[in-house]
């Protein structure tokens, strides 16, 4: 028996997503016979063993008549019923399925015409018609449409997860900032004004996140909700640089009416579906972009240039988007803070573990994120492995340089190999479990823990191991990441301006970064260097001193930038001799250049020759009081 699909009718409900589809099947051979069919799947494909010859148009003239007398409003509404008893049903379906032996679906079609030939006397068209909807009428209750409807929606809202936008509308705000931040150059100057917006969500405590550097240098940072026009004013509580997170508080109980905190949750996995929410700049309403996972990876934060782990996401990120809240489910699964400017859809988030960290440390008022302080290599070579006497079953990474301010200094040592942090193997890699899927670097595991903490370290040393507990607080470097929260030091002498050196300014100059790799022998120890050279007589010829770090001054080695300023102020001799790396020496009169100072500072304007860190501290004598004075004031 050949079959042939003559015609198709959808019937579409709107109170639910469920599609009924019904056939019309006829046999080549009886054309007047017709079977209605439900089809559960819009991807319709008819195979058979031989070809189907297509209908004749006479078979179409008798087939079009009986299509047009079908009652198809009854029918529909027997069939929605069956619909619905067919999904209560299916379970039960399932069950028998997996305990049946499987039998194709052409077999059990040709099972089921032959027994119909066979138990079935001839039936009309005309009276299988009223027999399915005599059958609808008896064993379905009398519904109405619109109680259908109101019936499915219910059980919609029931079953749906609330979506990222529902989530968003009373919990996302947009922060206003305006912030004004010292010059690098001519740090005695600060910057004009400068009004920038991000993002921001709520969780519980009434605490707004958003990034650090949304408000970062801020005079002024407001909040406003979706759908409202006013602006409340908002405080920053906390700020931590490293992660680049803000806690911010509105001090408004306006503010928080009909608001909803969001919930934090885990990490999501590689092609893992995520929502970005925001208000990224080309407009000012509310945004929803949809993303995949790409990448878990420790990552420098361009931020603070600390590297933290970092979650990659093919969502696009733009200006304004910062600080707002990435959705996995109905929960946040990280907060969107930068992407690739210069390649399309690479997006990162912070993801839950750093932001946790940073909100626990919030009681303790100080932000940080725990450190080992040393230089490594990897393992990758077998004869370095050989050489430092590892066996097969063993990887980890060599010790190069170690901090000596830190606590690791006091057990570990140069050549020494770590194989393992707190019982978890480190690969010849410096890679560790991550997920149970994936690796990321063994410094996660350090970064994660507070500053008060330790780890356990195990060490092969000379070809036997041994374990060391060595604490994790973070040492200052030699030359700071960042100069945020603090006055920008500065002390000018001569028409020379001395600076120490940081992170922000090599970036903004043309500078060596290799000072960037040195480590401090003591505490307080800082790079001083030849800023600029205000241009004047008593300095013509040493233009090309500029960016050179001063190492000596008058045979005295300096420490940081304050003992430089101190041996120059009390310098009593005729000459001052300052020696520069590269062995340059740069000499003064000391009675002319201080004379030329002060012409210097008049003429550009510079309100003092020093910051005020730099500043000797002044004696508070109103509270010196003579004996009879006091006994006159009695």
């Known amino acids: 028996m050949y079959r042939s699909v003559c015609t198709m009718s959808r019937f579409y409900c709107n109170s639910s997503g469920l599609v009924p589809r019904f056939l019309v099947v006829c046999n080549n051979s009886a054309p007047k016979t017709a079977t209605l069919r439900y089809v559960s799947s819009s991807n319709l494909r008819c195979s058979s063993k031989t070809s189907t010859p297509a209908p004749s148009g006479t078979a179409k003239d008798k087939i079009t008549p009986v299509v047009d007398n079908f009652l198809f409003s009854s029918i529909f509404q027997g069939w929605m019923n069956g619909l619905f008893q067919q999904e209560k049903e299916q379970p039960v379906v399932n069950e028998a399925n997996n305990t049946t032996p499987s039998v194709t679906h052409q077999e059990k079609e040709e099972s089921s015409v032959d027994e119909a030939k066979n138990t079935t006397p001839s039936v009309t068209h005309e009276e299988k018609e009223e027999s399915v909807v005599d059958v609808a009428k008896k064993t379905t209750p009398s519904v109405n449409h619109k109680e259908k409807e109101e019936s499915s929606v219910d059980e919609a809202k029931k079953t749906t997860p ?15 900032t305006v912030s004004s931040k010292p010059r690098l150059f001519q740090p005695w100057q600060i910057s004009m004004q400068n009004e920038c917006s991000g993002s921001g969500f709520l969780i519980s405590g009434k605490k707004i996140i958003t990034n650090a550097h949304v408000v970062d240098n801020h005079t002024s940072v407001k909040v406003q909700k979706h759908g409202s026009a006013t602006m409340y004013k908002a405080k920053v509580r906390m700020i931590g640089h490293e992660c680049d997170l803000a806690i911010l508080e509105v001090d408004n109980d306006e503010f928080w009416e009909g608001m909803k905190f969001l919930e ?47 979650i990659q996401i093919d969502a696009a990120i733009n200006s304004g988007n910062s600080g707002g809240p990435v959705f996995l489910g109905n929960k946040v699964a990280g907060v969107a803070f930068e992407g690739l400017f210069w390649s399309d859809g690479i997006g990162y988030m912070i993801p839950t573990p750093v932001v946790k960290h940073f909100l626990d440390c919030i009681e303790e008022k100080h932000v940080s994120f725990g450190s080992m302080n040393i230089s490594y290599q990897t393992m990758g070579n077998a004869q370095i492995r050989d050489y430092f006497k590892m066996s097969k079953d063993m990887t980890g990474i060599l010790v190069n340089e170690i901090n000596p301010l830190s606590d690791a200094y006091n057990f570990l040592k140069k050549d020494d190999v770590i194989l393992a942090i707190d019982g978890v193997s480190i690969g010849n890699d410096s890679k560790v479990p991550f997920l149970n899927q994936d690796t990321v670097d063994f410094k996660h595991l350090v970064s994660m823990k507070k500053p008060s903490e330790t780890a356990l370290i195990k060490v092969l040393r000379e070809g036997k191991e041994c374990e060391f507990n060595v604490g994790l607080k973070p040492v200052q470097p030699l030359v700071p990441l960042h100069n945020f929260d603090k006055i920008r030091s500065y002390y000018i002498y001569g028409g020379f301006l001395f600076v120490p050196l940081s992170q922000p300014y090599i970036d903004g100059s043309d500078m060596c970064e290799c000072s960037s790799k040195k480590m401090p022998k003591k505490a307080s120890e800082q790079i001083v260097i030849i800023s600029q050279i205000l241009e004047d007589d008593i300095n013509a010829g040493y233009a090309s001193f500029e960016d050179l770090q001063v190492k000596k001054v008058n045979g005295i080695e300096v420490d940081n930038l304050k003992h430089l300023c101190q041996v120059i102020e009390e310098c009593s001799t005729g000459f001052l001799r300052l020696d520069l790396e590269n062995e340059k020496v740069l000499i003064l009169n000391n009675k002319l250049a201080r004379k030329a100072n002060s012409t210097i500072l008049k003429e550009l304007k510079i309100p003092s020759a020093m910051s005020d860190d730099l500043q000797p501290r002044q004696v508070n004598r109103s509270r010196l009081v003579s004996p009879r004075h006091s006994k006159k004031n009695n």
Request: glycine fraction near 8%; proline fraction near 5%; charged fraction near 20%.
């Open 162 to 176: 609330p979506s990222a936008i529902d989530l968003a509308l009373n919990s996302v705000v947009k922060v206003f």
């Open 264 to 310: 934090l949750g885990d990490v999501p996995k590689l092609q893992e579906e995520v929502h970005l929410v925001g208000y990224p700049c080309g407009g000012d309403s509310i945004s929803v972009t949809k993303g995949v996972v790409s990448r878990v990876e420790l990552k420098e934060y361009s931020h603070s240039s600390t590297e933290l782990l970092t």
